[in-house]
């Protein structure tokens, strides 16, 4: 049974940096496709990136393109996710979550998931 367990978060200051690990256990990470995802107070959670089984293939939600970066270390079983200049609307509980197939921004698509690391942007 795959698991799934988030590190990283933490609280830091706009225009700060963090960098969010997802690590596996029980089964490699090798054929899974990677989304992160992120829920903020009273808000849905969305898509935020999502890496391919292999790493080659990424999709950034238009939020964060040119902040974030989606890394995939097949060797370590771990998916990084490292986010630069953030926001405070960056704020929320963070989940990385696994999928066969195609990587997808859509939540519902995925079916393990972390416990999810809390991430506060704010001065």
């Known amino acids: 049974q795959l698991q799934l367990v988030e590190s990283g978060g933490g609280l830091v200051q706009p225009g700060g940096s963090l960098k969010l690990s997802c690590a596996a256990s029980?089964?490699?990470?090798?054929?899974?496709?990677i989304g992160w995802f992120r829920q903020a107070p009273g808000k849905e959670r969305e898509g935020v990136v999502c890496i391919s089984d292999g790493g080659g293939d990424t999709n950034y939600a238009d939020s964060v393109k040119g902040r974030f970066t989606v890394s995939k270390d097949n060797a370590k079983d771990t998916v990084y996710l490292q986010m630069n200049n953030l926001k405070p609307e960056d704020t929320g509980v963070y989940y990385c979550?696994?999928?066969?197939?195609?990587?997808?921004?859509?939540?519902?698509?995925?079916?393990?998931w972390g416990q999810g690391t809390p991430v506060t942007v704010s001065s």
């Open positions: 029980g089964v490699t990470l090798h054929y899974y496709a």
């Open positions: 979550a696994a999928k066969w197939g195609r990587p997808s921004l859509v939540p519902n698509q995925y079916g393990y």
